[in-house]
């Protein structure tokens, strides 16, 4: 009756060490989907940074574009009107040449601000990628952990099983021998 007893103990304690496996198999697959994501996501941003720069390049060529056709155009009038009077064709060829210049630091100083962000946002994916690459691997760690006590437990289990199965063996032996002298001597 006790071999029974020990014996459904034993299932118990190996069905829930299976379904403990499987609860941390879940897990595992759960925070893999996850990690996923978090790439997916990673990525999309990263780029969508790249389409808006992109976006924003395109908008200042064109206004780069545009300045100059200005430029050129204001020109071609200031060579009409030196004709007139070369003294104000002078002074407003200065000042294009100020408002080209602002121009000019102006871009430089949004094309600085631009790769910055754009290094900043590449910086922190990168960072971020980092980070999440060591929480799967110290969650790898404590899943192989896991399984490994898991293992032990259930050797461990098995071995005081047999050691039991051995024991109550041996105890029927005796107890055998026993009913058998008795018996003998009853006759």
């Given amino acids: 009756m006790q071999e029974f007893g020990a014996l459904g103990s034993l299932e118990n304690d190996l069905r829930d060490a299976q379904r403990e496996i499987q609860q941390l198999q879940k897990t595992i697959k759960s925070l893999r989907d996850e990690f996923e994501i978090q790439v997916f996501e990673k990525q999309r941003a990263v780029q969508q940074a790249s389409v808006a720069s992109v976006d924003e390049n395109s908008q200042l060529k064109d206004t780069i574009r545009m300045l100059r056709k200005q430029l050129e155009k204001r020109r071609f009038e200031n060579q009409r009107a030196v004709q007139e009077v070369v003294a104000t064709v002078n002074d407003e060829n200065n000042q294009l040449r100020g408002t080209v210049a602002a121009l000019r630091e102006q871009l430089e100083a949004l094309q600085f601000e631009k790769e910055k962000a754009v290094q900043e946002t590449e910086a922190a994916g990168v960072d971020e990628i980092s980070q999440l690459k060591h929480t799967v691997s110290t969650l790898r760690d404590q899943l192989e952990s896991k399984t490994a006590e898991c293992l032990q437990k259930i050797q461990d289990i098995g ?21 058998e002298q008795r018996t003998e001597k009853g006759e």
């Fill in 159 to 179: 071995r005081a099983a047999q050691d039991e199965i051995v024991e109550l063996q041996q105890t029927i032996v005796v107890l055998r021998r026993k009913l």
